[in-house]
């Protein structure tokens, strides 16, 4: 690998890193590292979604390191709410995987979970919106480093608004069920 090369990697992760670290300034966090934020969205992929509540987290299907942990921490929470009520969308932050396989993954933690690959504007336009910070790893061409965020959104009219994002892993299970729940009783 060339200096250069080695040089504009470390010079990547650190203003990743520093971008996280400035949302968290700017943003209130609380104890169980959520932040409370509210974007209006229009993913296509969210336009046939009936559910009220949509959680979507940000990985890859080699992630041996986060997604793991984090995804079967949301299949708990998971388990916990009304199912009905609530999608889990897993989104592949590489672009060039097949998409049965991305799904699969997603599924080998719950079934109803879905799993989504966007070419690469798409995915551009989503985690520019939603703020998602990776890169790909200097050592590995395999690996990207990436955030363990677990995004909220809740439906409203025809939109999906984000409320919350769950910084800290592993997650407030408790925190995080009571914020569905509270979603839930407004909509009733």
Known sequence: MSKKKLYYGILLIIISFSMIAFINFVYLISDSG??????SVD???????????VLLYFGYT??????????????DLYKTI???KVSVYFINLFTNVDKNLTDSYAKSFNKQFVGLNFDKSSLLEITSKL????????????EINHTGFLYLFEKKDKNFVQKYVYTNTPYNIKSIKKDVENILKDKK
Not at 34 to 39: D, F, L, P, Q, S
Not at 62 to 75: D, K, T, V, W, Y
Not at 131 to 140: E, H, I
């Open 34 to 39: 959520k932040v409370t934020k509210e974007i």
């Open 62 to 75: 080699g992630c041996s390191n986060i997604c793991i942990m984090a995804l079967s921490q949301i299949n």
């Open 43 to 53: 993913f296509k992929f969210l336009k046939k979604e009936k559910k009220p509540i």
């Open 82 to 84: 009304d199912e009905k």
């Open 131 to 142: 703020r998602v910070n990776f890169a790909p790893s200097l050592l590995n061409k395999e």
